[in-house]
């Protein structure tokens, strides 16, 4: 089988966004949208947006619509142009070799190019409740700025668990919206920069609990309260909340390219030296959450999307690759 002109890796914004760009540039592209795992939170083929129940920061969609469809929206336009879906993982990318070979469920295929669009999976503690609600828009969510302007958090007593200066801007952007905002900490000072807590602690309706652990998210379909272990005693207490926000962080899902030479941040992130999508490797770009610990944002990632393909589609012709 010949090598393709573009393989894309991905199937959230990013990677459907570069599709739409390279099946219309006539690149005849195949995307790997991945399978369904635990990881140990749910990881879907869609990215973030198959957990977030209603998007209502996308231009283009006045009233909001739900993630899912969201995603399902982005596949069908990329279809529609020509775009080769596979539903299997990339499991390991040979990038010494030209063309690339990229060892996948189904065997070994070779691309001219290719783009990396996996995201980034957000950290969540494991609880089986928190999953539960997470996944049924129960009010469980990683990203305030997502989800926490919704009508259902209006006026709610909300709680963010972390103490990094992600849970600190988190909380402090909740705070526009909730009554109170309860930031739950394990430990008995916070790690965020003095500057982001005191941006936080400034607000009338900021609290922390220190010295506490989520154990349990109380709630049938939507999230009524949480149960708080006090790890130095080990009491345990109920707070009322209307919505759980998970702060730890996030994992760019990069595991799969170790030992292929693409470069990454400290953090894992791929590294792009410029606004560009090229990476440092040639004919190697990325797109989306992966490599943008900063916004991870829908509308982001497809911008990123949008630059890759039209990367990878001036790369290959420079490369003469018809």
Same mark, same amino acid.
């Given at each position: 089988?010949?090598?393709?002109?573009?393989?894309?890796?991905?199937?959230?914004?990013?990677?459907?966004?570069?599709?739409?760009?390279?099946?219309?540039?006539?690149?005849?592209?195949?995307?790997?949208?991945?399978?369904?795992?635990?990881?140990?939170?749910?990881?879907?083929?869609?990215?973030?947006?198959?957990?977030?129940?209603?998007?209502?920061?996308?231009?283009?969609?006045?009233?909001?619509v739900m993630g899912p469809e969201m995603m399902d929206k982005f596949r069908k336009q990329a279809e529609r142009f020509g775009t080769r879906v596979i539903e299997e993982d990339v499991n390991r990318l040979d990038f010494a070799k030209r063309p690339f070979e990229l060892h996948?469920?189904?065997?070994?295929?070779?691309?001219?190019?290719? *783009?990396?669009?996996?995201?980034?999976?957000?950290?969540?503690?494991?609880?089986?409740?928190?999953?539960?609600?997470?996944?049924?828009?129960?009010?469980?969510?990683?990203?305030?700025?997502?989800?926490?302007?919704?009508?259902?958090? $209006?006026?709610?007593?909300?709680?963010?668990?972390?103490?990094?200066?992600?849970?600190?801007?988190?909380?402090?952007?909740?705070?526009?919206?909730?009554?109170?905002?309860?930031? *739950?900490? $394990?430990?008995?000072?916070?790690?965020?920069?003095?500057?982001?807590?005191?941006?936080?602690?400034?607000?009338?309706?900021?609290?922390?609990?220190?010295? $506490?652990?989520?154990?349990?998210?109380?709630?049938?379909?939507?999230?009524?309260?949480?149960?708080?272990?006090?790890?130095?005693?080990?009491?345990?207490?109920?707070?009322?909340?209307?919505?759980?926000?998970?702060?730890?962080?996030?994992?760019?899902?990069?595991?799969?390219?170790?030992?292929?030479?693409?470069?990454?941040?400290?953090?894992?992130? *791929?590294?792009?030296?410029?606004?560009?999508?090229?990476?440092?490797i040639e004919g190697v770009f990325a797109a989306g959450d992966v490599a943008d610990e900063h916004y991870r944002q829908a509308v982001t990632a497809a911008g990123m999307g949008c630059q890759a393909a039209l990367d990878a589609e001036r790369w290959l012709a420079a490369k003469?690759?018809?």
């Amino acid at each position: 089988m010949p090598a393709h002109k573009v393989v894309i890796i991905g199937s959230g914004p990013a990677g459907w966004t570069a599709a739409i760009y390279a099946a219309r540039a006539q690149l005849n592209p195949v995307l790997y949208c991945g399978v369904p795992k635990q990881d140990p939170g749910p990881v879907l083929p869609g990215g973030q947006l198959m957990l977030t129940t209603e998007v209502e920061n996308y231009p283009g969609f006045e009233h909001g619509v739900m993630g899912p469809e969201m995603m399902d929206k982005f596949r069908k336009q990329a279809e529609r142009f020509g775009t080769r879906v596979i539903e299997e993982d990339v499991n390991r990318l040979d990038f010494a070799k030209r063309p690339f070979e990229l060892h996948t469920d189904g065997g070994t295929v070779q691309a001219h190019s290719v *783009i990396i669009a996996t995201g980034a999976v957000a950290n969540w503690l494991g609880l089986p409740n928190e999953m539960r609600l997470a996944t049924s828009g129960g009010g469980v969510s990683a990203c305030a700025v997502c989800d926490g302007a919704l009508p259902a958090f $209006r006026n709610q007593p909300l709680a963010v668990v972390g103490g990094g200066d992600t849970a600190m801007e988190e909380a402090t952007y909740l705070t526009k919206f909730a009554s109170t905002v309860y930031l *739950i900490h $394990r430990r008995d000072t916070l790690r965020a920069s003095k500057i982001m807590q005191e941006r936080f602690l400034s607000r009338p309706n900021a609290k922390v609990l220190f010295n $506490r652990e989520v154990d349990d998210v109380l709630g049938g379909e939507k999230c009524e309260g949480v149960v708080l272990r006090d790890v130095v005693t080990g009491a345990k207490e109920t707070l009322a909340v209307k919505g759980l926000f998970i702060a730890i962080g996030h994992t760019p899902a990069t595991k799969f390219l170790e030992g292929s030479g693409i470069e990454l941040t400290p953090k894992g992130y *791929i590294a792009l030296k410029t606004r560009s999508s090229h990476t440092n490797i040639e004919g190697v770009f990325a797109a989306g959450d992966v490599a943008d610990e900063h916004y991870r944002q829908a509308v982001t990632a497809a911008g990123m999307g949008c630059q890759a393909a039209l990367d990878a589609e001036r790369w290959l012709a420079a490369k003469n690759v018809h």
